[in-house]
Structure formats: structure tokens, C-alpha cells
């Protein structure tokens, strides 16, 4: 099989024109500036500079790095065309094979921005594979009604995931998939700005505070990432096998409500 060809200058400007139409056309008006790419002068043709490493257009404006330099000083209505450029690329992406060649779709995070609480859990199922939006199946509506105990409601916190596509059968998400998808998920947060995080299930919560703890022993204290509080409590899909662990995770989300100076729906005043 022969190598594959280098595109041709012609390719890469209509490649670039139909993503920049694409991100048009899903209501993206602003984009922050890449860098030039780095050029070379070879022996050969001294006078003609030769483009390495032709990346996507899009590529090196989602760096973590980059999201993290710019973040303070990006205004709401670039933070959210940032995160819609940002679900474009997630959606393309081709990082993990198995997960990308039995994917329906990816399925990136839905809320507001800077909300007051941020829902994280493991990766999508079935339902969210077929719908594109994470927890919207029985562990969904079940975070749902989580979410109203506590006085809120879902348009107002914001929801996402470890992963951006579903494990095959549902298992858990694989060391090397998690550290694939784990840039989306720091700038993600980035972007959102979420005064406070709530993991749900050891999944979540070890990969993002980098623990191998229990939920057990995690749950009950509060833990930090990049100067956001974390709290932890068990996933609503533990919870429709274990009725006995709701009272667990209400205690938990009382706790958290106290900490972010919230009331706690039917407290004693």
C-alpha cells in the first residue's frame, strides 16, 4: 500500500472552508486567532518555504493550554462559541478506535455557563449514544429529580461526562480513554466555569482528581481541582439498584447546598 499524500494546498483551504460553514451554520460567530504554522526552507528549493505538520485549522485552538491562558479573558459570548467550536472538533474525533467505530454519536456536555454546579459522570449509555445528550436515560431522570431536590433546575447546572463517546455494552471507560478525551474535558471546564463540582461515581471522581480512593471514601469531604470545590456521591445508575444509598447521596447534596451558602429544600429554619 503506498503512503498516504500530503493534501494540496487547494485541499487544505476547501477542508478549512467547509468547517468554518459547518461551525457557521451550528451558530458560531467569533473565533480566537491561531498562531501561523511554523515553516521550513529546504536544500532543495531554498526560496520555497515548505508548511510542516499542516494541522486542522481548528487544532491548535483548543490546546488545554491555551484555553486555560485565554479563559479569564474571553467574554461569555466567546467562552460559548469556544465550546461549540470545541463539540464540533469532539465530534470528528478519531482518538480511540473501538469507541469511535461503534459510537452513534459523541455526546459533549449540555447546561449554562458559569453555573453554580457542575454534574460529572463516567460516560454515556445507551439512551445518551442515541440521543447525543448525556443523562437523559433512567439515571438521568433520576439526576433530574436530584437536581429539583436541591432547588435547582437542569437548565441551570451543567452536565457532562469523562468520556465523549459510549463504551461498548456500557463498561467502564479504559485508562487510555479516559487520557484521550481528557483534554475536552479541562477545557470544557474551563469554558463553563462552574463554581462547584459534583462527580458522580468513582469513574468520575478518580479520574478527575487523580485517586484511586473509593467513593466511600471520598464521599462526606471536599476535595479540589484547579481551585473549584469538588464533592462526591454515587451515581445515579448505582442508585436504581441500590434504593437503600439515596439517603447517602441526599446527604451529600445537602451538604454541598450548605457549602455553596444554598438553602436545603425543607430544612428546619
Same mark, same amino acid.
Given at each position: 500500500?503506498?503512503?498516504?499524500?500530503? +493534501? #494540496?494546498?487547494?485541499?487544505?483551504?476547501?477542508?478549512?472552508?467547509?468547517?468554518?460553514?459547518? +461551525?457557521?451554520?451550528?451558530?458560531?460567530?467569533?473565533?480566537?486567532?491561531?498562531?501561523?504554522?511554523?515553516?521550513?526552507?529546504?536544500?532543495? &528549493?531554498?526560496?520555497?518555504?515548505?508548511?510542516?505538520?499542516?494541522?486542522?485549522?481548528?487544532?491548535? !485552538?483548543?490546546?488545554?493550554?491555551?484555553?486555560?491562558?485565554?479563559?479569564? &479573558? +474571553? #467574554?461569555?459570548?466567546?467562552?460559548?462559541?469556544? @465550546?461549540?467550536?470545541?463539540?464540533?472538533?469532539?465530534?470528528?474525533?478519531?482518538?480511540?478506535?473501538?469507541?469511535? &467505530?461503534?459510537?452513534?454519536? #459523541?455526546?459533549?456536555?449540555?447546561?449554562?455557563?458559569?453555573?453554580?454546579?457542575?454534574?460529572?459522570?463516567?460516560?454515556?449509555?445507551?439512551?445518551?449514544?442515541?440521543?447525543?445528550?448525556?443523562?437523559?436515560?433512567?439515571?438521568?431522570?433520576?439526576?433530574?429529580?436530584?437536581?429539583?431536590?436541591?432547588?435547582?433546575?437542569?437548565?441551570?447546572?451543567?452536565?457532562?461526562?469523562?468520556?465523549?463517546?459510549?463504551?461498548?455494552?456500557?463498561? @467502564?471507560? +479504559?485508562?487510555?480513554?479516559?487520557?484521550?478525551?481528557?483534554?475536552?474535558?479541562?477545557?470544557?471546564?474551563?469554558?463553563?466555569?462552574?463554581?462547584?463540582?459534583?462527580? !458522580?461515581?468513582?469513574?468520575?471522581?478518580?479520574?478527575?482528581?487523580?485517586?484511586?480512593?473509593?467513593?466511600?471514601?471520598?464521599?462526606?469531604?471536599?476535595?479540589?481541582?484547579?481551585?473549584?470545590?469538588?464533592?462526591?456521591?454515587?451515581?445515579?445508575?448505582?442508585?436504581?439498584?441500590?434504593?437503600?444509598?439515596?439517603?447517602?447521596?441526599?446527604?451529600?447534596?445537602?451538604?454541598?447546598?450548605?457549602?455553596?451558602?444554598?438553602?436545603?429544600?425543607?430544612?428546619?429554619?
Amino acid at each position: 500500500m503506498s503512503a498516504e499524500q500530503p +493534501l #494540496t494546498p487547494e485541499q487544505l483551504a476547501r477542508q478549512a472552508r467547509e468547517h468554518l460553514e459547518s +461551525l457557521r451554520a451550528a451558530g458560531v460567530e467569533w473565533l480566537p486567532t491561531a498562531p501561523p504554522p511554523a515553516v521550513v526552507v529546504t536544500a532543495a &528549493s531554498p526560496s520555497l518555504p515548505v508548511v510542516t505538520e499542516p494541522a486542522p485549522v481548528r487544532e491548535a !485552538l483548543f490546546a488545554a493550554d491555551e484555553a486555560r491562558s485565554a479563559g479569564d &479573558s +474571553l #467574554t461569555l459570548q466567546q467562552r460559548q462559541a469556544a @465550546l461549540a467550536a470545541l463539540a464540533q472538533r469532539v465530534s470528528q474525533c478519531m482518538r480511540c478506535a473501538q469507541l469511535a &467505530s461503534t459510537r452513534t454519536q #459523541t455526546v459533549f456536555g449540555v447546561g449554562a455557563l458559569d453555573p453554580d454546579l457542575c454534574f460529572l459522570g463516567e460516560a454515556p449509555g445507551a439512551d445518551e449514544d442515541r440521543k447525543g445528550e448525556p443523562f437523559v436515560g433512567a439515571a438521568g431522570q433520576l439526576l433530574n429529580r436530584i437536581i429539583a431536590a436541591c432547588g435547582m433546575k437542569r437548565e441551570e447546572v451543567y452536565i457532562c461526562n469523562i468520556l465523549r463517546c459510549r463504551p461498548p455494552g456500557n463498561r @467502564l471507560p +479504559l485508562a487510555d480513554e479516559a487520557a484521550n478525551c481528557r483534554d475536552y474535558l479541562d477545557q470544557t471546564l474551563e469554558l463553563v466555569r462552574p463554581k462547584f463540582l459534583c462527580c !458522580l461515581g468513582a469513574c468520575a471522581a478518580q479520574n478527575l482528581l487523580g485517586t484511586t480512593l473509593s467513593v466511600g471514601r471520598l464521599r462526606g469531604a471536599f476535595h479540589e481541582f484547579r481551585g473549584i470545590t469538588v464533592a462526591v456521591t454515587y451515581h445515579p445508575a448505582y442508585l436504581l439498584r441500590n434504593e437503600a444509598a439515596k439517603k447517602d447521596v441526599w446527604e451529600d447534596m445537602k451538604k454541598l447546598l450548605a457549602r455553596m451558602g444554598k438553602p436545603v429544600p425543607g430544612a428546619k429554619k
